[in-house]
Nanobody, 124 residues
Framework: QVQLVESGGGLVQAGGSLRLSCAAS????????MGWFRQAPGKEREFVAA?????????YADSVKGRFTVSRDNAAKNTVYLEMNSLNPGDTAVYYC????????????????WGRGTQVTVSS
C-alpha cells in the first residue's frame, strides 16, 4: 500500500513558478513509476508528467514541455517533485500525484494510487 500527499500548490501570477511535492509512504516507493495529472473545473483529468521508477526516464504532456520538470528522490525522502515555470492561466487546476507499476506512464487508468490533490491557481 502506498499513500501519497501533495503539497506546494497555491496562487501565483502568470509567468511565475511553483514547486509541487508528493510525499509517499511505503517501502516500495522506489519500485513505482510516479505521475502528475491535473483536472480543471468541468474537464477530464489529464496527464501532465511522469517519471519511471529509477528516475532515468521522464515524460511530459506537450502543453508543459520545456516549462515543467519532474524529478524524484528515492534515497532519502520518498518524494516526487514537479517544478513548474512560466505558468499561465491555462495551468490552473487541481494537481494529483499518482503511483503504480505501470507500462504506459501517460495512461491514467494504469496507476494504482492517488493523492487528494493540491490546487494551483494562476492569475492573469
Amino acid at each position: 500500500q502506498v499513500q501519497l500527499v501533495e503539497s506546494g500548490g497555491g496562487l501565483v501570477q502568470a509567468g511565475g513558478s511553483l514547486r509541487l511535492s508528493c510525499a509517499a509512504s511505503g517501502r516500495t516507493f522506489s519500485s513505482y513509476a510516479m505521475g502528475w495529472f491535473r483536472q480543471a473545473p468541468g474537464k477530464e483529468r489529464e496527464f501532465v508528467a511522469a517519471i519511471n521508477w529509477s528516475g532515468e526516464r521522464t515524460y511530459y504532456a506537450d502543453s508543459v514541455k520545456g516549462r515543467f520538470t519532474v524529478s524524484r528522490d528515492n534515497a532519502a525522502k520518498n518524494t516526487v517533485y514537479l517544478e513548474m515555470n512560466s505558468l499561465n492561466p491555462g495551468d490552473t487546476a487541481v494537481y494529483y500525484c499518482t503511483a503504480g507499476r505501470v507500462y504506459d506512464l501517460m495512461r491514467r487508468d494504469e496507476y494504482n494510487y492517488w493523492g487528494r490533490g493540491t490546487q494551483v491557481t494562476v492569475s492573469s
